[in-house]
């Protein structure tokens, strides 16, 4: 069955660095997503993507952050200059569109 | 007001019991729902999806979708601890646009 893989599944990284989370969608998906949940709360919207461009993103998405689908399979999240309450996990989730969601296992990022 | 209010629990119930979750919006684009079940640590897994308002069954669970009164249900019949979760609503825009609720912890105990 085809799923949405992420990688890592963990991070560590010392703050101020830069990270990038990786993300294979399914493969015939058109929309691609992603969100972040800081441990214990909800699922927050981070930002979406469609055809080649961001459609819509959050106000959490500032300008520390980037994405890009730097090939026909591959979507990243960037995230510059990490502070310590970037740490969450990140989720990424691909649709083909008018249709269900699906999401990978998600990248838990630590920050120290 | 929030796009979406789950009342987050903690719900705990014995096993065997019907469960009921339950979501409200605000949104009235949305056309779309879809009800995820998270396990602690782990990705957002599907569970149902419907479209507009009415009921949808797929084994244990119905999905139920009132527009009218922009209400969204889970039932879960015949409870199992396997279903000790988190469970989320997540209405959908035409321009897929997808909004969770804070989710709802659940515990069924054997």
């Known amino acids: 069955e085809p799923e949405v893989t992420q990688t890592p599944s963990h991070q560590v990284t010392q703050m101020g660095q830069e990270v990038i989370l990786r993300c294979v969608p399914i493969s015939n998906h058109l929309y691609f997503y992603w969100y972040r949940q800081i441990l214990g709360q909800k699922v927050e919207f981070l930002v979406s993507f469609y055809n080649n461009e961001i459609s819509e993103k959050s106000e959490i998405f500032d300008d520390q952050f980037s994405v890009e689908r730097p090939d026909g399979s591959n979507f990243t999240l960037k995230i510059r200059s990490t502070k310590l309450e970037d740490s969450a996990m990140y989720f990424c989730?691909?649709?083909?569109?008018?249709?269900?969601?699906?999401f990978g296992q998600g990248t838990r990022l630590t920050v120290v | 007001q929030k796009e979406v209010e789950q009342d987050p629990g903690p719900l705990s119930v014995p096993e065997g019991a019907i469960v009921s979750l339950n979501c409200t919006y605000s949104n009235s684009a949305f056309q779309y729902f879809m009800w995820y079940r998270q396990y602690s640590r782990k990705g957002p897994e599907l569970l149902m999806y419907t479209y507009s308002s009415g009921n949808k069954e797929d084994g244990r669970f119905t999905a139920q979708v009132d527009k009218s009164s922009k209400y969204i249900s889970l039932f879960i019949r015949d409870s199992q601890p396997s279903d000790s979760a988190t469970y989320l609503c997540?209405?959908?825009?035409?321009?897929?646009?997808?909004?969770f609720g804070t989710g709802t912890s659940l515990t069924v105990i054997p």
């Open positions: 997540a209405p959908r825009t035409p321009g897929n646009q997808f909004y």
């Open positions: 989730a691909s649709t083909e569109g008018n249709t269900e969601a699906f």
